[in-house]
Structure formats: structure tokens, C-alpha cells
């Protein structure tokens, strides 16, 4: 079995900082995309930033220059450094990891529970 899990979420001032953790643990062959996604209340979920297995990444309009995102492939992590913080920040992250599990051929798609991140003075 796989699970996602997130940490570092929290309360920060305006223009503040936080890092965002996710590891991906169990029976894992590879992992291929991972990436953070938000939601805001009342707003769909969206893309923040992707990594690819070979480093390649992707970013919202809303956060380039803001956030940098990054993995380790030792650890079966991806995280997402996120400074200059503005209040339209704030939303619940999630991370999203496509894995491949030992004697499948493709991958699946899971969902950590998410993390808070409230960006107010």
C-alpha cells in the first residue's frame, strides 16, 4: 500500500516564508510526476507547481518567481518552498505523486489529506 503525506503547513505573516514537505512511503517501484495543488474555500483545485522524475518543473501563473519546488528521489520526497507569501496564499495543499507499484506497468495517482496554509497579519 502507498500513502502521501504532507507537512509544514501553517500560519505566516504576509511576505513570510514555508516550506512544504511530502513523502511517499510502501511498496513503490518509481515515482514519476509529482506536484502540490491547492483549494481555497469555494475555489477549485488547482496546480501549483510540477516536478517531473528528471527535474523538470512547471509552475502557476499566480506563484513563478514565488515558489520553488523540488524533489529527492532517494527519499521518495517533493517539496515546495514557497516565499513572498500574499494572502491569496492561502489555501489547503495538497501533494500528488503518480507511482508505480511493483509489477504494474502504469501508474496511479494519489493524494496526500492536505496541509493548511493561512497567509494573515
Known amino acids: 500500500q502507498v500513502q502521501v503525506v504532507e507537512s509544514g503547513g501553517g500560519l505566516v505573516q504576509p511576505g513570510g516564508s514555508l516550506r512544504l514537505s511530502c513523502a511517499a512511503s510502501?511498496?513503490?517501484?518509481?515515482?514519476?510526476?509529482m506536484g502540490w495543488y491547492r483549494q481555497a474555500p469555494g475555489k477549485e483545485r488547482e496546480l501549483v507547481a510540477g516536478?517531473?522524475?528528471?527535474?523538470?518543473?512547471d509552475y502557476a501563473d499566480s506563484v513563478k518567481g514565488r515558489f520553488t519546488i523540488s524533489r529527492d528521489n532517494a527519499k521518495n520526497m517533493v517539496y515546495l518552498q514557497m516565499n513572498g507569501l500574499k494572502p491569496e496564499d492561502t489555501a489547503v495543499y495538497y501533494c500528488?505523486?503518480?507511482?508505480?507499484?511493483?509489477?504494474?506497468?502504469?501508474?496511479?495517482?494519489?493524494w496526500g489529506k492536505g496541509t493548511q496554509v493561512t497567509v494573515s497579519s
Open positions: 500528488n505523486a503518480d507511482i508505480t507499484t511493483p509489477g504494474w506497468y502504469y501508474g496511479m495517482n494519489y
Open positions: 510502501g511498496s513503490i517501484f518509481s515515482i514519476n510526476l
Open positions: 516536478i517531473s522524475s528528471g527535474g523538470s518543473t
